[in-house]
């Protein structure tokens, strides 16, 4: 049961909450207490579009624990419009049609559960931005 | 501080050792260290292991490992930087001794990992990912290992094959290691044909799951001298660095900054630059690490480790050597043992006692020992005196 | 004056022909395209649901809304496909939409009337003037039972709407509820799949119920078939509603932007909702539109909304319902679709 570990994560996990260094601006994500650019200690949040690119990507054949029923599916670094990045699932593709440099766009997606009768872990994952 | 040698080193075959345990693997390990040191002193006890909890379902593994070695009441302690634990617990004993706390100090790498399905064992080597943000994602460590890749071949345009001939190579060296788990030759077709795991990587780019234990005994180059029972080899820089160990968070994931910092303080430790080197065991955990890691570490120039693998550079007669042990990929690659198997090779190599895979007039090394993607690396010099 | 204010829909990306499914149980497909009015359904994709298609459709009709999600004081969500027997979807709605924690929340089941109903409360609460905002959403991911009639139509796909006092895109003209107790269709605690209770889910149920709401919709309203601009049938398939709307007087016209089910199957408490998006997708200002739904067990919610000049607005804000149903498509072949939809046997 990872009940806490998963609901701890939510403002990110849901909502795409980063932080915001109120020095440098730098953005983090996920939130963290200390600015790893310029070690200042406050952060206001800002709620990320979900709009970016497509760094670099892999197609997962042989998953891990939980994720078997999904492969082959598409794991990639997306560099989102406010130039911070963040590793997602790419998901409604043919991951072998994926480009470097694609435009995704963040949906909410379950990306696993704690068994059957276990609870259910949502977040986002990516799509081929299709104005869908 | 004071100056170290190695005086013994040890390793158990690395493979599938379905007959014996974790504490067998270590023990066994650390008694044949201490054969080849020729004592039996021992003021403590440093143990590499990255998940003996997830995949022995064992902590509290320092003291369990001493008892078992017949040392109850040594200190012990044991030290976790994902697969590059081994290196560190022989950074850790090098302080040891360096510092005067210990004469004697024995480094034991282990991990046992066959006790848990391959699932499971992915599942455990997936915790030195960043949790909560890489592995709650879905991928693993080929997924990683296959974004760089991926980024690599766009941007130097290395080739599906120069990956693969870093696999044919360490197979090459690998079948002349009586250690190693997998000790035949291998071709470019082998890599190419076999089965596709996080594109581009295929199996035969993967470094396999791996029982295993290395122990090397060090002390003062000073108590070396007395004993004498083997030439001198003496660590003379380490070199650590840390970065994010989540892969997405760094500014340029080509770099690999912790490699890139560790080795500069270990050079600069020894007083040495990589042209000084005469040959190197690397991490080669995936057949894009060691491309990434000779960069790095400045053997070869940024984009040039594919083409460098691919001419031969970095053979066993090669100008600049890597992995005559056969590497993470041919020899195996207990997670914890890695680091200090590495050391156990360069030592032997260094004295002029790796038979049919001696590097002619060797006489320094560098062991390149990295946790996860890259968020840890441990470098060090050894020199044959 | 209140009404729909912004209005989004979600519906997966994967398809399956009637053809494929008719080709492994060995029944004549074109007999049940004919029969149904049915070409393919969406399929959700393993990683959706109920909660994540009611999220996108909601983000979607907050792009259109463009208020504040903290002003948002009610979601409701209507499924018979919640992910959770016992624990709510509209927590994790509002959470994901940022509209917590000062938001009452309420999750409804009725079969495919379930979204209407949330629609329903969603208005009314507005009305009353308790909340400033109420989301209403239908979703569902249903599932027929392998072999079953059903399992030729069972799709997924949820429309949200937000419901508010300013800015109406669509102003609620009335409502009308018509309800019996009407056991054709139901599933059990712990049943996987739905049983019904075959012809007996026409005539005395979905006729009997849709007639009944548009009839004393009609009445109070005082309007006639021909007043009305659009009309929307809940849609168990192609041919329920057409036939509904011709016997009642509705001409094609009327009812040819909200038939979805040829190409998108019965969405079950997003069916009548996403024909309304539908609508809103192609209706000018000023034009009357008649929705009624109906849910097995049995009863018909109707409404009746008059576009405004704002609905031209804020169309283009998020994506159209046609768009989502005909492009970029990936069609299944069953065995696919059989692993997509947890009909396949694995050791635990």
């Known amino acids: 049961m990872e009940v806490a570990k998963h609901w701890r994560e939510t403002p990110e996990r849901y909502r795409l909450e980063a932080g915001k260094c109120s020095k440098c601006n730098t953005i983090v ?5 200390i600015c790893p650019e310029c070690g200042n200690r406050k952060f206001t949040t800002q709620s990320l579009s979900g709009k970016g690119k497509l760094v670099s990507f892999t197609i997962i054949r042989i998953a891990p624990g939980g994720f078997e029923d999904l492969a082959p599916y598409a794991v990639g670094i997306v560099e989102l419009e406010e130039g911070v990045n963040i590793l997602t699932q790419i998901t409604d593709c043919n ?7 694609d435009p995704l766009v963040a949906k909410f997606r379950r990306i696993n559960e704690d068994g059957k009768t276990g609870m259910i872990y949502y977040a986002y994952k990516f799509v081929p931005d299709a104005g869908l | 501080m004071r100056d170290v040698a190695i005086i013994g080193i040890g390793m158990t075959r690395f493979g599938e050792l379905w007959e014996m345990s974790l504490r067998d693997i270590a023990v066994e390990a650390a008694l044949k260290c201490l054969d080849d040191a020729g004592t039996e002193h021992i003021d403590s006890v440093t143990i590499g292991c990255m998940s003996s909890g997830l995949f022995n379902q064992q902590e509290h593994l320092a003291s369990l490992v001493t008892d078992y070695l017949g040392r109850r009441n040594t200190p012990a302690v044991r030290v976790e930087s994902a697969c590059a634990s081994g290196g560190m617990a022989v950074r850790s004993a090098f302080m040891e001794v360096a510092s005067g706390i210990s004469d004697y100090a024995i480094a034991i790498g282990v991990e046992k990992m066959t006790d848990v399905d391959g699932n ?3 599942k455990a080597l997936a915790t030195a990912a960043d949790g909560d943000y890489e592995a709650f994602h879905g991928i693993n460590f080929p997924g990683l290992y296959a974004l760089l890749a991926n980024a690599h071949m766009e941007k130097y345009g290395t080739t599906r094959e120069q990956l693969a001939e870093v696999a044919v190579k360490n197979h090459r060296n690998g079948a002349l290691n009586p250690h190693s788990q997998f000790p035949r030759e291998i071709t470019t077709d082998t890599v190419l044909k076999s089965a596709m795991i996080a594109d581009p990587l295929r199996l035969f780019d993967c470094s396999p799951i791996t029982d295993g234990a290395a122990a090397v005994l060090i002390t003062t180059v000073e108590e070396a001298r007395k004993i004498g029972k083997h030439p001198l080899v003496v660590i003379s820089g380490i070199g650590t660095a840390t970065d994010t160990i989540a892969l997405y968070q760094r500014k ?28 190197a065991e690397v991490h080669d955990c995936f057949t894009i690490a060691e491309i990434m890691v000779l960069e790095a570490l400045g053997i070869v120039e940024p984009g040039q480790g594919g083409p460098a693998t691919q001419n031969g550079h970095t053979a066993l007669n090669g100008k600049f050597p890597v992995n005559p042990s056969g590497g993470l990929k041919s020899k195996g690659h207990p997670v914890g043992a890695t680091g200090v198997a590495q050391i156990c090779e360069a030592a032997l190599q260094l004295r002029g006692q790796a038979d049919k895979r001696q590097i002619n007039n060797a006489r320094t090394a560098l062991t390149q020992n990295m946790g996860g993607s890259g968020g840890s690396c441990v470098i060090h010099i050894l020199e044959a005196k | 004056m209140i009404g729909i204010v912004g209005y989004g829909t979600q519906i997966p990306r994967y398809r399956i022909k009637v053809e494929e499914i008719a080709k492994v149980w060995g029944t004549d497909a ?4 004919r029969g ?5 359904k969406s399929v959700p994709s393993p990683d959706e649901d109920c909660i994540t298609l009611s999220v996108n459709a909601a983000r979607n009709a907050m792009l259109r809304a463009m208020i504040d999600p903290a002003d948002i004081g009610a979601v409701y969500v209507g499924s018979e496909s919640h992910p959770y027997a016992v624990k709510p979807t509209g927590t994790i709605v509002s959470e994901a939409l940022g509209a917590c924690p000062y938001v ?7 079969a495919c009337k379930a979204g209407t109903e949330a629609m329903f409360v969603a208005l009314h609460l507005v009305k009353s003037g308790v909340v400033k905002y109420a989301l209403g959403i239908g979703a569902d991911t249903s599932q027929g039972a392998p072999g079953d009639a059903l399992e030729y139509s069972a799709s997924a796909g949820a429309a949200a709407f937000v419901m508010g006092a300013k800015n109406v895109i669509a102003e609620l003209i009335d409502t009308h509820c018509f309800m019996t107790d009407t056991p054709d269709f139901w599933r059990r605690e712990n049943a996987h799949y739905p049983e019904h209770g075959g012809r007996f889910t026409g005539e005395p149920s979905y006729m009997k119920h849709t007639a009944g709401a548009v009839n004393a919709i009609l009445e109070k309203t005082k309007m006639k078939p ?18 509904m709307a011709f016997s009642l007087g509705f001409k094609e016209p009327q009812f040819r932007h909200g038939l979805l089910t040829p190409t998108l199957g019965n969405t079950y408490s997003g069916s009548s909702p996403l024909g309304l998006a539908a609508t809103l997708d192609v209706a000018k200002p000023n034009q009357t539109i008649l929705i009624v739904s109906y849910g097995s067990g049995a009863g018909s919610d109707a409404f009746i909304f008059k576009t405004t000049e704002k609905l031209l607005e804020i169309r283009d804000k998020a994506p159209l319902v046609r768009k989502q149903l005909d492009e970029h498509l990936m069609y299944l072949e069953y065995g696919q679709y059989a692993k997509f939809r947890h009909k396949i046997l694995k050791p635990e």
């Open chain 3, 104 to 110: 009452h929340t309420a999750d409804f089941e009725f």
């Open chain 1, 29 to 33: 994500f996920p939130q963290r207490i």
């Open chain 3, 226 to 243: 021909g007043d009305l601009d659009y009309m929307i049938f809940h849609q168990p398939n192609g041919k329920f509603p057409v036939q």
């Open chain 3, 36 to 40: 149904l009015n049915l070409n393919e």
């Open chain 2, 120 to 122: 499971l064992a992915t």
């Open chain 2, 252 to 279: 340029d994931i080509l770099k690999m900054d912790a490699v890139q910092m560790a080795g500069k303080r270990a050079l600069q430790m020894a007083g040495k630059t990589i042209h000084d080197v005469d040959f």
């Open chain 1, 95 to 101: 991951p072998e049609d994926l480009k470097t440099g």
């Open chain 3, 30 to 33: 074109p007999t049940y395209k």
